[in-house]
């Protein structure tokens, strides 16, 4: 399908609100039923219906159809941030007494999903480098059910090799799951590589601005009707028509700001490789990094993360490089308009568990400001270091 058909048009039937460009919010909690019958029918198939807005909401399905079909899937459920989505994508196949081997190092909170909260259940855990497929294989148990993976991963943006992966847990009739955040529909197409389950952070590129929070899940009729009927229901994550609103005024520019970002970081990172004070740059679309062909294989463009090692061994030098940055915002999450700085150092204090990462490591994410005016305040920051 045409993205452009699908970012402009999907789900939009303009004739049903006054032939209005943009959809009207439809900000209620409820939705009336003319007769017993028509109520009946909302009661038996409430996952086709509109009953109720923890259930479905017609600004919330625009939303849903678009980003399924931006994904290729069949069908898709909004959540009211990306750990609504991943925790219900995980529980959906999961019960007492099962195992998930999972991609190590993912997004924080799905770590503690996989660490802390799975366990509580009688859900038993196994992490791995994913780096190679096999360590996915030699982690099976009689009773694994589910792999999980984020390709790419938070912080060091290592890649899974999806196919290599999938065609092992089909062999295992293995339910596979993808955290597609990082590489958006646009860059990567899971289910088209036989994923059965993409979940998104929309907070993060999908809208775009850093002013909304929400998330997605992708996959069969089947399997999304099925987490509808108990996860979602249940545990009720669930996305404002508001914040669908935001995400979808977000989603129209989406593949311009993917454009636009990859560029600049490509920019930035040809500036950060060659200069002196860094020792090396954490990013799978360049040439020398180890999974440079996979990345070009798998990913249709680079996106706006990498993460970089500063060259000392002091926190002091660290925290004047970060601190004397200006347009670079120090802050969580990214995927807005501004480019951010998630230092590792922030992680490192007194009485809390040392972190896996080194304390010279930056994240950065690359938001829609030219590069030549990022460039330069970094070069202002490498120059206070070595007067510092
Ligand atoms: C931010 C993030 C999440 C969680 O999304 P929220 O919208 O913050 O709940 C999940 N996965 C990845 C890769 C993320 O970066």
Known sequence: MDISYIINALGEDRALYFNAVSPPILQTSNFASDTVADMRQKLTQEAEATLYTRGNNPT??????????????????AFGSGMG??????????????????????????????????????????????TNPEHFRQALKPNTKVIYLESPNSFTFDLQDIPAIVSMA????????????FATPINQKPLELGVDLVV??????????????????????EMINK???????????????????????????????????????????????????????????????????????QLRNNTGQFSILLKTQEMEQVELFCNTLEHFLMAASWGGHESLIYPIAAAYSPGRLKPKLPFNLVRFYIGLEDAAYLIKDLENAFDKMATG
């Open 170 to 181: 089909k062999a295992h009739n293995l339910v596979t799951i993808i955290d597609n955040s």
């Open 227 to 297: 987490i509808f009927g108990s996860e979602f229901m249940v545990l009720g994550a669930v996305l404002s028509p508001h914040d669908a609103w935001l995400l979808l005024r977000g989603l129209r520019t989406l593949p311009l700001r993917m454009e636009r970002v990859a560029e600049t970081t490509r920019q930035v990172v040809a500036y950060l490789e060659q200069h002196p004070k860094v020792e090396r740059v954490h990013f799978p679309f360049l040439p020398s990094h180890p999974q440079y062909e996979l990345a070009k294989k």
């Open 85 to 130: 989505a991943v925790s219900a994508a995980v529980l959906s196949q999961v019960q007492a007494g099962d195992h998930v081997v999972s991609v190590r190092k993912p997004y924080t909170w799905t770590n503690a999903l996989m660490r802390r909260f799975l366990p509580r259940f009688g859900v038993e855990v196994t992490m791995v480098d994913g």
């Open 200 to 221: 998104h952070s929309a907070t993060k590129y999908i809208g775009g601005h850093s002013d909304v929070m929400g998330g997605i899940v992708c996959g069969s009729r």
């Open 60 to 77: 919330v399905t625009i939303l849903e159809k678009k980003i399924a079909a931006l994904e290729g899937a069949e069908h898709a459920i």
